[in-house]
T-cell receptor, first 116, second 111 residues
């Protein structure tokens, strides 16, 4: 079946512009995560959605970042007034939600954002 | 605070065995996972330890000691295609929230 897809794969934007990044999770996966990965660094958690519960926004670095998930499926990460430090690869992942045990996360290919 | 420590780089030759260690300090613990990421690619799941001990999957094994807040990934019979970054990651609670990732270990396998 189809994996996690993200669009666009690359985005170059000017400082101060807004950008929207899209994630299509694996069908049936109720949990969706956004991470950010800067060059040579680990993955930094941004936001987590699970079913109809309120999202965990504890990783969002500033109020310029927001995300929504419509219909429990597709998610959009929006960055307003982009800054150069926002340049990174933005990764989306999805997983099943099971009581206990391993929540293996399936990652999309990422969106490489470059702010000039 | 939360922290996961792993070596930044490891080098080895084909056919060798490599162990990548991970020590963690987190507010909660519900399992240690390992992910592999090739250059320019997406992270892919390798293994998970929820309980102490060794988990084996083919050439890869992973170990966990919760009392020591320590785990490792063991890669045997190294192949060139194993050259990648390896991340340990901790889940802090049972509710399925996001993983906390280490900064990754870059493994370079030479012939």
């Amino acid at each position: 079946g189809a994996g996690v897809s993200q669009s666009p794969s690359n985005k170059v934007t000017e400082k101060g512009k807004d950008v929207e990044l899209r994630c299509d999770p694996i069908s049936g996966h109720t949990a969706l995560y956004w991470y950010r990965q800067s060059l040579g660094q680990g993955l930094e958690f941004l936001i987590y959605f699970q079913g109809n519960s309120a999202p965990d926004k504890s990783g969002l670095p500033s109020d310029r970042f927001s995300a929504e998930r419509t219909g429990g499926s597709v998610s959009t990460l929006t960055i307003q007034r982009t800054q150069q430090e926002d340049s990174a690869v933005y990764l989306c992942a999805s997983s099943l939600f099971l009581a206990g045990g391993n929540y293996e996360q399936y990652f999309g290919p990422g969106t490489r954002l470059t702010v000039t | 605070g939360q922290s996961l420590e792993q070596p930044s780089e490891v080098t080895a030759v084909e056919g060798a065995i490599v162990q990548i260690n991970c020590t963690y300090q987190t507010s909660g613990f519900y399992g240690l996972s390992w992910y592999q990421q090739h250059d320019g690619g997406a992270p892919t799941f390798l293994s998970y330890n929820g309980l102490d001990g060794l988990e084996e999957t083919g050439r890869f094994s992973s170990f966990l000691s919760r009392s020591d807040s320590y785990g490792y990934l063991l890669l045997q019979e190294l192949q060139m295609k194993d050259s990648a970054s390896y991340f340990c990651a901790v889940r802090e609670d049972q509710a399925g929230t996001a993983l906390i990732f280490g900064k990754g270990t870059t493994l370079s396998v030479s012939s």
